[in-house]
């Protein structure tokens, strides 16, 4: 009796094939999903406020502030030729002129600082072609007596042609005082040429100018 011979089935090696396709399907399906998904995936967007997120740089805003206004000039007064005396002790300062009335304007020219009795301009008179005013500001020591006209300060203006008669436009009675005047009751001095006469004890320092209207 001749041995038994194993003959290999035939469906073996079918039954091999479709093994392997179904092992093949099993690991490559999840790793084509895998694939499929890592490519078509939208990137993350990082929350507000990460440190992820970048934001512009701050941009210097120009400055708004205003330039300041230019500070009004201040005339300089023209010095008396005369020396004056020191303030005597307890003798008030020097006010500052009242500041011109609505429509008059201060003239460097015609802004004297002395003592005693003079006349401005020193040399001739000045001339103005609108109404003007004079400004008076005075010191003398306390208990300075009044001058004869019973002024203790006086300010006259008289035409430049001789023999014109003075008129007062600004006086003061204390020892100290300060005032703005014109001619009779105050009103503003027409147009014309003009001196002035400062009349008042040497002692008295004043600052005298004329306002143009």
Known sequence: MEPL???????APVLSLAAGLVLG????????HWVAGYLTRTPEV??????????PTAQPQPSTASSPAPATPVPTPTLS???CAPLATGQQPLDPLHTPPAGYTTDAALDWIGCGAERLPPGSGFTVGVPWLVALSYTCPTGTAAASTG???TVSQTGALPGSSPEVIAEGRADSDDVTGGGPAGSAIGPGTYRLSVTGPDACLWHLAVYRG
């Open 5 to 11: 011979h194993r003959t290999p089935h035939r469906l």
């Open 25 to 32: 399907a099993g690991i490559g399906l999840p790793t084509a």
């Open 46 to 55: 990082a929350p507000s406020g990460s440190a992820a997120q970048t934001s």
């Open 151 to 153: 002024a203790t300060l």
């Open 81 to 83: 030729q005369t020396a």
